[in-house]
């Protein structure tokens, strides 16, 4: 089978290797797609904190089951499916208390584990999320980013009602503004500096938007919710600015949830946190659950995924796939690979 390798910063190299066989409780899934993340461009360019080289990448994809090991039951050779990309420990004090998202020894595929960039993958059954069987190849491959989106308001707790901002509309940006309105929130605000993004938000259904260069957060803030204000805000885009403006910016008793990934160390008034009796959560990853949350969205319609594919690559031209996203900017959201 074909396998994609990053041997160091900026080089893939291909191999041709001996299809995996399934073990004991695993099976072997035929790849169809692969969704490239953000984390992967930063193991592209060798900026991502927690890696080592050679690495095969990928953790967001879709497949067949071609094969099933000994002990396997409820999975039948055919069925349409992704997997969950972590290994954890299950001894852990997080693990012992169901948290096992959060595992003290918590290896990802794709950054710590060899990930999907092959023809053939081999998981354990139990991390197996099934997909409906009309679905799409590369709806299968956006359930991870939803199942991020899913996890993180989870998280929030009840939205029924609240006005929300969210900061940041790459993805998982907007697919956590969709989720905040799959969880009742009253109007959903999303802000980011690229008009290209916020186009996107639009088309799938979020009810404002905010180009931070052109207009503050605050005066959008007005505009859409008066009085009101918000009572929630969600930072995705990892960058200090964002995270001051919500903070400063949600209603007493408000929520910021952090989902963000920061290259440098953000600073935070804890004076306003305190005085406005705010409640700051972080949000890591997601559990079982979320998938198959992620899964029931996607396939009901009310999660929107088309309009951010944005591009499509042949397996065999990962590199070519990396360079569009560092020349587009953000002017690209999800790019997937092919592997059929």
């Not at 969950?84 to 420990?89: A, F, G, K, L, R």
């Not at 180009?211 to 995705?236: H, I, M, P, R, W």
């Not at 949600?250 to 600073?267: N, R």
Request: negative net charge; charged residues 25%.
């Amino acid at each position: 089978m074909r396998q994609a390798v990053i041997q160091e910063p900026g080089m893939i190299e291909y191999r041709q290797v001996k299809n995996p066989i399934p073990g004991e409780r695993q099976i072997r899934i035929r790849v169809q797609r692969i969704g490239v993340c953000g984390s992967d461009i930063h193991v592209f360019h060798g900026k991502h904190p927690f890696v080592s080289y050679p690495l095969i990448q990928g953790h967001e994809f879709s497949g067949i089951i071609e094969a099933v090991g000994e002990g396997v039951d409820q999975i039948s050779i055919g069925d349409k499916v992704t997997a969950t990309p972590q290994e954890v420990c299950g001894q852990c004090p997080p693990c012992r208390r169901g948290q096992y998202n959060a595992c003290e020894v918590l290896k990802v595929r794709g950054f710590q584990a060899p990930g999907c960039a092959q023809d053939l993958f081999v998981t354990e059954a139990d991390k197996i999320v099934k997909l409906p069987d009309d679905f799409l190849p590369e709806q299968g491959a956006f359930v991870e980013p939803v199942a991020v989106a899913a996890h993180s308001t989870r998280q929030i707790g009840d939205l029924s009602g609240k006005n929300v901002v969210v900061s940041g509309a790459g993805t998982i940006g907007n697919f956590v503004a969709q989720a905040c309105k799959c969880r009742g929130a009253k109007k959903v605000l999303i802000a980011d500096i690229s008009d290209y993004r916020l186009n996107i938000a639009r088309q799938v259904g979020i009810d404002a938007s905010c180009n931070v260069k052109t207009q503050s957060l605050t005066a959008a803030v007005d505009k859409e919710f008066g009085s009101d204000g918000f009572e929630v805000g969600v930072e995705v885009a990892g960058v200090q600015a964002s995270l001051a403006s919500l903070v400063s910016g949600v209603g007493k008793g408000g929520t910021v949830l952090i989902v963000g990934v920061y290259e440098e160390m953000p600073k935070v008034d804890m004076s306003v946190v305190c005085e406005h009796e705010l409640t700051m959560k972080g949000s890591m990853m997601y559990r079982h659950e979320d998938w198959e949350q992620a899964v029931e969205w996607i396939a009901s319609g009310v999660i929107k995924t088309e309009p951010l594919d944005s591009k499509h690559f042949p397996f065999d031209e990962f590199l070519a796939a990396y360079h569009y996203i560092e020349n587009e900017g953000d002017k690209v959201m999800k790019v997937m690979i092919d592997m059929d």
